[in-house]
């Protein structure tokens, strides 16, 4: 090692942040080890260590070492790759002695025991401790990457606080692994992996695959529904964070193989029930399960139990096609990133006081009433829901939890849990692709016949042994086009989402073909149904479709209702919402939403058990603004300024009139309390 005084400008003081937790816990030590093996393949250099930068950090070099900053600057935090320090001696106790005199330029008020590690042929040692400066105190963590040949690379993370300690977490585990195995001679080792290498082995390139979407594997005589296409997946392992790069890719092979970085396998398929599951055996995802799953953007494998045999606990993993279903995923995390602005606040106990304005500043920070603190974020651990978790340390949010979303509309939410308080600013909505660039093909020969927009509605089946199906109401839309194609689902903005010269992401054609020969009509793979004209409706297996009428032109004067329900009958989560609004003939609209929703848990998971636990969740608000109709659109604009645009329709009543008494509005059912 260098000097004494290098070490202390090594590690600059960080500006300190309230509300610090005192006490690095040792048990981060070995979680982080067992990621902190394998290797990609491109890295800059300094000295004979290579690295690479993890995003939104930059890096300088200078008198023999690199210092990484992060967005926010060395205030935030560094890391720092030390080369070429010479291991004499038994391994640990150089450590211990290393980190000794690198925490020498304060008062050590913690510090953690040795931990190593080795796998692949890389030794692992690692230590952290609580430095106290003379105006602040500094958590450090410390790795040694021994090279075999004498020498290490030492790796520093250096934090202000805890909570930045354990954000900074991943950034610094993919510093450590950026680093290129040596070899005897001091170069980069090269070869492929053998099959059934563990995740924590030696991580090779991997070749190129062509891309397939769904529409091509249909082409090749696969069903995606069932299979899973072959292409690449990107895995982003469930975990606490907000990280936006994948930790393992998956290629999928012909003949029921994979391959990763770390080795190869082979996997099956089979239905479970009504989901689709996958096994995988040999190679780095040996004994794991995981489900298929098939959407308008792509596929998802669900990835359980990875590395269960090799890892003191298993690993789970969100893995996306890559292409239109990963850049759908990696949108919707940056929808769940809180946003820096300032976001006025509401009391939601009841009161409607003002909570304040929340500002979110960069670089993890948050300012409250004059006073700051910080902030974590995490999409990871859950990565199905539309929010993301928040924790707030030191500031008047100290210790206080809470939530963030983005919505279509361009709402940005911020639920803190203490005191209860929402915070909202609305923006322009980010857009979010709905179509493919390819033209669908031309429907085939023989098809066609039919055309315009059609509904029926029913009562819900599920609603009597209490369960909440749809809600109260049932419908079922068709919209054909005489070409031969039919969107056989309920547009959610207008009309022009049944073009059917469209295709989805996942490259298929947004509607489905129809044939009507001999008194029957076939769509897509179901099966023949009859069918009839009686009037101006059809009559489709003996259901009767209307018609589906605009509002446009019409005079909409009156306080409508819309009830929904989830769970009920045996489930342990039930709920019930209602939406009350109104419209006027001059243009404007009122609406007050209530409702909540109440999970308990039971000794036999089903409500008629003992109960063990449970929570109840309300909501309740109310706005109101302008709305226009034109064509198939309800356009809604609130006093906030941002615009929510619905699929609205009505179906005619008995003389063939609009029924004003029961609309149809983005999805959800709206009658008059006393009309229907």
């Known amino acids: 090692m260098t000097t004494t005084t290098a070490r202390r400008s090594a590690l600059p003081a960080v500006a300190p942040w309230s509300g610090v937790v005192p006490v690095i816990r040792r048990v981060l030590l070995s979680a982080l080890l067992l990621a902190l093996l394998g290797f990609p393949v491109q890295a800059a250099k300094v000295g004979s260590a290579t690295y690479v930068a993890p995003d939104g950090w930059t890096a300088s070099v200078a008198s023999g070492m690199a210092t990484l900053a992060p967005s926010g600057g060395v205030s935030a935090g560094l890391m720092l790759v030390i080369p070429d320090q010479k291991v004499s001696g038994e391994a640990r106790t150089w450590f211990a002695a290393t980190v000794k005199q690198l925490s020498s330029d304060g008062q050590v008020t913690d510090q953690s025991d040795v931990t190593a590690t080795t796998s692949g042929g890389v030794t692992l040692l690692a230590a952290a401790s609580t430095v106290k400066l003379a105006q602040t105190t500094q958590y450090r963590f410390y790795t040694a990457r021994l090279s075999g040949t004498g020498t290490a690379t030492v790796y520093v993370l250096v934090t202000p606080t805890l909570e930045a300690f354990k954000r900074y977490q991943t950034d610094y585990v993919s510093l450590i692994r950026s680093a290129a195995p040596a070899t005897a001679s001091g170069g980069a080792a090269t070869g492929s992996s053998p099959a059934g290498g563990p995740l924590t082995g030696t991580k090779t390139a991997l070749p190129a695959v062509k891309p397939m979407n769904a529409a091509q594997f249909i082409a090749a005589g696969g069903n995606p529904e069932v299979a899973v296409i072959p292409d690449e997946f990107r895995c982003y392992q469930e975990k606490g964070g907000s990280s936006l790069t994948p930790e393992l890719t998956v290629q999928i092979l012909s003949g029921g193989k994979y391959r990763t970085a770390y080795g190869s396998g082979s996997y099956t398929v089979h239905k479970d029930s009504s989901l689709i599951k996958t096994d995988w055996m040999g190679g780095p995802l040996d004994g794991a399960y995981g489900y298929l799953t098939f959407g308008n953007d792509g596929q998802t494998l669900s990835l359980r139990d990875v590395g269960e045999a090799q890892l003191d606990t298993a690993l789970r993993f969100e893995c996306y096609q890559r292409g239109p279903r990963e850049n759908r995923q990696l949108l919707e995390f940056r929808l769940r990133t809180p946003a820096v602005a300032s976001y006025p606040c509401t009391l939601t106990d009841g009161s409607g006081k003002g909570g304040g304005t929340l500002e979110i500043l960069a670089a993890g920070a ?227 939403r209530s409702g909540g929703v109440s999970a308990t848990t039971t000794d036999t998971g089903t409500n008629l058990g003992t109960v063990t636990g449970g929570v109840t969740v309300t909501t309740e608000r109310q706005n109101s603004g302008t709305y226009r109709v034109t064509g198939y659109t309800l356009e809604l604009t609130y006093g906030d300024g941002h615009v929510e645009r619905l699929f609205a329709y009505t179906l005619p009543d008995k003389s063939g009139r609009p029924d004003l008494g029961l609309l149809r509005l983005g999805g959800s059912t709206y009658t008059i309390p006393d009309k229907k």
């Open 366 to 592: 948050y300012r409250l009433g004059g006073q700051g603190g910080r902030y974590s974020t995490d999409f990871r651990s859950d990565q199905d829901q539309d929010w993301s978790s928040l924790d707030f340390t030191g500031g008047p949010l100290d210790d206080t939890s809470g939530t963030y979303q983005e919505d279509a509309m361009g709402v940005r939410t911020l639920r803190i849990s203490s005191p209860k308080r929402e915070c909202m600013k609305a923006v322009k909505p980010t857009p979010i692709p709905r179509y493919g660039t390819a033209k669908a093909p031309a429907p085939p020969k023989g098809s066609g016949g039919l055309s315009g927009a059609y509904a029926r509605w029913y009562p819900d089946p599920l609603a009597a042994s209490g369960y909440g199906g749809c809600g109260g109401l049932c419908w079922d839309v068709y919209v054909f086009d005489k070409a031969g194609y039919v969107y056989p689902h309920e547009p959610d903005r207008g009309l022009d989402e049944a073009d059917c010269t469209r295709t989805h992401p996942n490259g298929l054609p947004v509607c489905e073909v129809y044939r009507v020969q001999g008194g029957q009509i076939v769509i897509g793979q179901d099966k023949p149904m009859t069918l009839a004209k009686s009037g101006a409706a059809l009559k489709l297996g003996g259901d009767t479709y209307q018609p589906l009428l605009k509002l446009d032109g019409l005079k909409l004067n009156g306080a409508y209702e819309s009830k929904s329900f989830v769970g009920g009958g045996t489930s342990t989560v039930s709920g019930a919402f209602q939406t009350n609004l109104t419209l006027t003939p001059q243009g404007r609209f009122s609406r007050e």
